[in-house]
């Protein structure tokens, strides 16, 4: 699945998204529905599960746009971040998405890498710290690191900042719409996945340069 406008040459530092990227979030949501659901459905709670969070992900996705429009994503990262550090420590199954581990270890030997979420601190350091990832991804850029989120560009021009790199030189990985905007608005390149929300179609309309089926794919576009 590749598109002929992505440059591997060009990049020096590469971004990756966390839930639907890194996380099997669909599978980790469909368990919280199912359980919720088998009690009403029996045996037909997985796959009612399943469709659920398939319907609600597009949603999802366009409230975070509409919380970037009109200026909220903040306030309510804020509120997030401070429920989540009131809440007792707990045990975080990373689910992470077959191959990640080894993708992101060769990946993180060549490239500077960090994280690009809309996730708050606490979420993200923990899920980074259970997965064993944090060894080979120094920077986390979180929903508060600046002061608007994807899609907006300034998470890809602060962790360009931190890296001392400039953002042609960088590429975002993600597996929906928003991380391939917030690629495109800063002028960097883009490589959409699709072990995640987003669909091939929307990835390539959105202007992604690439896509795979996963990130475990990734190095291998890198020579690794």
Known sequence: ???????????????????????????????????????????????????????L????????????????????????????????????DPNLIAGIPAAVAALGGRYPLAVITVRGASATHAFLQASGLAAHIPLVVHGLSTRRTKPAAEPVHHACTQFGVQTAECVMVGDTVVDVLAAKRAGAQAIGVLSGFGEEDELRQAGADLILPSVAELPGVFGL
Request: glycine share 8%; proline share 7%; hydrophobic share 40%.
């Open 57 to 92: 992900e597009k949603p999802g996705n366009d409230a975070l746009g509409l919380l970037d429009a009109l200026g909220l994503d903040g306030p309510v990262g804020r509120l997030m971040e401070a429920i989540a550090r009131r809440r007792r420590p707990r045990r975080v």
């Open 1 to 55: 699945m590749t598109n002929e406008s992505f440059n591997p040459a060009a990049v020096k530092a590469i971004f990756l998204d966390v839930d639907g990227t890194l996380r099997d979030t669909d599978d980790h949501y469909a368990s919280l529905f199912e359980r919720a659901l088998r009690p009403l459905l029996g045996r037909r709670a997985p796959q009612a599960a399943r469709s659920m969070v398939m319907r």
